[in-house]
Nanobody, 126 residues
């Protein structure tokens, strides 16, 4: 098992940047592929980005390519999501998730991810 705790959310102006962190504890972090999802009020949870256990492959939703960057530091048991050029439509609760490293890191359905953090709020104001 793995426990996940997100941090780094907050209030930022349009065009600004934030870096989210996902601290993992429990079983070896390198055992897990990791992803970021987000959920806006009244909307379903959606896939943002995924990364394989060793950081060798990354995946993004097209609308976030070039603005968001996923990364991880297995030595620190932490994953990251760097978000630049933020827009009001990026406002949501952001969640990190994990699933076994033998499974796909590009799975976009939340139901396919086994472990979740509690989420961190990102609010982008114009």
């Amino acid at each position: 098992q793995v426990q996940l705790v997100e941090s780094g959310g907050g209030l930022v102006q349009t065009g600004g940047s934030l870096r989210l962190s996902c601290a993992a504890s429990g079983r070896d972090f390198s055992s897990w592929n990791m992803a970021w999802f987000r959920q806006a009020p009244g909307k379903e949870r959606e896939f943002v980005s995924g990364i394989t256990w060793n950081g060798g492959s990354t995946y993004y939703v097209n609308s976030m390519k070039g603005r968001f960057t996923i990364s991880r530091d297995n030595a620190k048991n932490t994953g990251y999501l760097q978000m630049n050029s933020l827009k009001s439509e990026d406002t949501a609760v952001y969640f990190c998730a994990a699933r076994g490293r033998l499974l796909s890191a590009s799975a976009t359905s939340p139901a396919l991810w086994n472990y979740w953090g509690q989420g961190t709020q990102v609010t982008v104001s114009s």
